[in-house]
Nanobody, 124 residues
Framework: QVQLVESGGGLVQAGGSLRLSCAAS???????MGWFRQAPGKEREFVAA????????SYEDSVKDRFTISRDNANNTSYLQMNSLNLEDTAVYYC??????????????????WGQGTQVTVSS
């Protein structure tokens, strides 16, 4: 089993930045990690993902020019640097991880493990 712990959420004004972290622990080797978010009344949606090899990165269109995902293989940690935040970015952000070889990172059913989520609130 793998446990995921998110950190770095909080309250920021529009135009500000936050950096989220996700630390994975456990015996199973993780092959990719991703971030999803869910706003009130909305479905959980894909934000970004990164593989543990090449690496391969993937972003949702609305964050592609503002967010950067990275990883630290030695510490089994992924980071999501979020810049130029706007009101539409307000959501609970969930870290996810997978152990398979699939690369359908946008599909939440691809992932095997999930964190508890961290709240990101952007104010005007």
């Amino acid at each position: 089993q793998v446990q995921l712990v998110e950190s770095g959420g909080g309250l920021v004004q529009a135009g500000g930045s936050l950096r989220l972290s996700c630390a994975a622990s456990g015996r199973t080797f993780i092959t990719y990690m991703g971030w999803f978010r869910q706003a009130p009344g909305k479905e959980r949606e894909f934000v970004a993902a990164i593989s543990w090899s090449e690496p391969i990165r993937s972003y949702e269109d609305s964050v592609k020019d503002r967010f950067t995902i990275s990883r630290d293989n030695a510490n089994n940690t992924s980071y999501l640097q979020m810049n130029s935040l706007n009101l539409e970015d307000t959501a609970v952000y969930y870290c996810a991880a997978g152990k398979g070889s699939g690369r359908n990172y946008y599909d939440r059913n691809t992932y095997d493990y999930w964190g508890q989520g961290t709240q990101v609130t952007v104010s005007s």
